[in-house]
């Protein structure tokens, strides 16, 4: 039937749920130690592969060491791929290309100008391989996801005219974080408010399940800096919900409760 065939996977498909969903379940409560156990098999699954769509796990892996407080080991995975992307297939134009740009600028790994060369580079091969109507995501993936500091920001925007319009996110976890994200750096908190209410609420959450924990703890910060502290307690109480006994840590969860405590949130 039809609904039968919507719902058929590959075998390749099947054997990355089956490598992916232990974790996925385990990032999304902050189990990060289990994390760290299942990615084993999962690397093995995809060492086999040769597609970057594939490869693009790779961001959750990089995002799960630096959540974790341990980004020298969030560096090493960014490293390593980037060593083998020659080999692999691009069939996906993002593949973990972002979250490696983006992590080894946030360590410090790489120079400015080696950084905005990539950044360019990669966004401009981005929009050669996307059909039109997309080309407009590799600003938001490769600009705003790629962002650290203001002038990242500044610089974010000063490029958007060349990827205008964007599209609507339609509530896609990533894309409303980043997105907040970049507008938070360039101090645009009023902007930024909408996107990160809508990337708690995504209904793509399960997919990249930390959005959700990262516009708590980004809006609870807008929040406050509006003069809104029952709302930015609410905020910062939505991430410990989620991450408040994470293993061995969660970055965002200790953020969210020294805001708490500057605040004197109720428990």
């Known amino acids: ?155 974010a925007f000063e490029a958007l005219p060349r990827y205008s319009p964007l599209p609507p996110f339609d509530g896609i976890g990533y894309q409303e974080r980043v997105m907040s994200q970049v507008l938070l750096l360039a101090g645009r908190v009023d902007e930024a408010i909408p996107h990160l209410r809508r990337g708690m609420n995504a209904c793509f959450n399960q997919d990249f399940t930390p959005s959700h924990q990262f516009s708590a703890e980004m809006l609870g910060e807008a929040l406050e800096a509006k003069g809104d502290p029952q709302g930015a307690c609410a905020a910062y109480a939505e991430v410990l919900v989620h991450w408040g006994n994470a293993k061995p840590r969660s970055k965002t969860a200790d953020a969210a409760r020294t805001h708490m405590k500057k605040l004197g949130c109720a428990k």
């Open 1 to 155: 039937t039809h609904r039968a065939r919507e719902y058929s996977v590959t075998p390749t498909q099947k054997a990355l749920h089956d490598a992916w969903d232990p974790v996925s379940l385990a990032y999304l409560t902050g189990d990060f130690t289990s994390v760290f156990a299942a990615l084993p098999a999962l690397d093995a699954f995809l060492g086999g592969q040769t597609s970057d769509g594939v490869m693009g796990t790779v961001g959750t892996e990089i995002l799960a060491y630096e959540e974790a407080g341990m980004r020298d080991r969030a560096v090493a995975v960014a490293e390593g791929y980037l060593k083998r992307l020659p080999a692999l297939t691009h069939d996906d134009p993002f593949g973990g290309r972002n979250m490696a740009l983006w992590i080894r600028h946030l360590a410090g790994r790489i120079s400015d100008s080696q950084f905005r060369a990539e950044r360019e580079a990669w966004a401009k091969e981005a929009v050669d391989m996307l059909p039109p109507r997309l080309a407009n995501q590799a600003w938001l993936y490769f600009y705003a996801g790629s962002a650290v500091t203001a002038a990242d920001a500044r610089e």
